[in-house]
């Protein structure tokens, strides 16, 4: 199944770009402890467990800049908990390209998302497993019919 994400922060960069889901203005920046690792964004039309749209981390080489419209596959979730409240990450790769889901992926995002948050006190964010393509799709599917 492929799933359109809008990127809202490229990697590499250590800002988070806050946009507004439903139209996609771009509402403001702020700093993160660490650098995206890959481009981040949300998946369209899919509402997530804390009101906003389900994000996904999207494994690529190719820069992708804030505001970009990507048809992706599924490749897996990492589920996530932010103060103590589901906020599971769909990873996905574009269409075409050879991207896995390595131990090394796995490696940097738990140390990405253990870290992102640093800077602001009391702020827990906790990873959790790996889960692959076709749980991913399970949960998508079940946020998609509420």
Partial sequence: MSVTVFIE???GVALKHHFDERCGALRGVSNVSRPYPYPYGFVLDAPAADGDHLDCFVLTRRPLTPGALIECEL???MEQWEDELIDHNLIA???GE???LTQAVQTA???FVSH???HMPG?????GRFLDAHQALCHLVALKRG
Avoid: C, E, H, Y
């Fill in 75 to 77: 490749l897996g979730l």
């Fill in 109 to 111: 995002l738990v140390d």
């Fill in 116 to 118: 992102v948050f640093a």
């Fill in 123 to 127: 702020k827990r964010v906790r990873p």
């Fill in 9 to 11: 922060n490229p990697a």
């Fill in 93 to 95: 790769r574009p269409i």
């Fill in 98 to 100: 050879p991207s896995q």
